[in-house]
């Protein structure tokens, strides 16, 4: 699958998810540095489903894209100081699936996905191979964005 497919897959997921549920809210939300977790979704799920192909590790590649995209579905500002934002490293893969849930219905390989991407700092590894890739994908993400 070429970038222009792999992006093409992607929006029609976007595209879905926004349609059904509250993705175009993460817009609003910053992320890291600059970039909104919208942004960052999609860029986890560009590069998960890279990685995948890559290691001929596909077969579950719409799962893999949805967790991907949902993975950080909290859908608030976890800059702003408010107490239930306290320790949001550690709460919000919880709060996520949750919304993730309330919004979709979601198979057990998305649910893995989204509630273990913080592994370790939540120590419940992904019990799943597109579970560790989005883990994984994350974290270099996420670098990439506050550096950048």
Not at 125 to 133: D, K, M, N, T, V
């Amino acid at each position: 699958m070429t970038s222009p497919d792999r992006k093409r897959l992607i929006a029609k997921h976007v595209r879905n998810l926004s349609r059904n549920g509250r993705l175009q809210s993460s817009r609003n939300f910053i992320q890291h540095g600059s970039t909104s977790v919208y942004e960052h979704s999609i860029r986890v799920a560009y590069y998960s489903l890279s990685l995948a192909q890559r290691l001929h590790l596909d077969r579950h590649r719409e799962e893999l894209i949805r967790g991907a995209l949902l993975h950080d579905y909290f859908l608030y500002d976890w800059h702003e100081k408010d107490r239930s934002h306290n320790l949001h490293g550690f709460r919000h893969p919880f709060t996520a699936l949750r919304n993730a849930e309330t919004d979709f219905v979601l198979s057990r390989r998305e649910r893995n996905i989204i509630l273990r991407h913080m592994f370790p700092l939540i120590p419940l590894p992904p019990s799943c191979l597109e579970g560790w890739i989005v883990c994984m994908v994350d974290k270099g993400c996420s670098v990439y964005e506050v550096f950048k």
